[in-house]
């Protein structure tokens, strides 16, 4: 496949652009061959929903995106009669959909489902690739061109909300992080247009605020809200204004905290 790593290529070909940080689009396109799910693990905002639009993409599949909840039900994911104009019509959910057109399905945060939602997915997570939809008595095959992904944040596991191992165990797994600087940088101006030495400004500021998770934040600055305070920077938005509100703000409700951080941007900033 063409590389996509240039954000000019990437619009050209309507292609989301994507900055790969290891080998990650090539076992993307094992598992899509080999018709395997797949699990996405990172933490919020480091870049794995625009990973998935990306392949998406490259593959020229249709993609189906689920964002979980906690009253999201198997219905949601498969489909149900609703009554209109007098008659019941079977309404296909996402899932299902994604089945029928051979598409990829991505259920984003999928711990954050019910736990008896997920099980719908695993006749098409083993050699059988099918979905039976009991209300319809229908029992879906997988074309070859269907993918199941799903993502979560490890970050926000404990015991009420993870994944069965008779779930996980169906998967192949990718794990992602904040990328390095340098690539880092390299995306926030790829994002942006930002000025380089800005950009690594940014990223430094990103490196000291991650070291206070665990400690003084509950949340990482994500590569996301740096790409936001790039963009208000890049509006004319004085830099410490713009990291106060993308930066600070999204990360802690605590005075203190936010006091705190905000030494750091006029630190790096030279205010």
Known sequence: MNDLTSPGLASALNVPYYQPVGNECVLFEYAFHNRLPLLI????GCGKTRFIAHMAARLARPLITVSCHDDLTAADLV???LIGDGQTV??????TRAVRQGGICYLDEVVEARKDTTVVLHPLTDDRRILPIERTGEELHAPDEFMLVVSYNPGYQNLLKSLKPSTRQRFIAINFDF???ALEEKIVIAETGIAPVLAAQLVTLAGHFRQLKDHDLEEAASTRLLVYAASLINAGCDP???CEAALVEPLTDDADSAQALLEVIKAIFGH
């Open 41 to 44: 693990k990172g933490p919020t």
């Open 79 to 81: 489909g149900r009669h």
């Open 90 to 95: 079977w309404s296909d959910g996402p899932l």
């Open 179 to 181: 990328p390095p600087a």
């Open 240 to 242: 410490v204004v713009a």
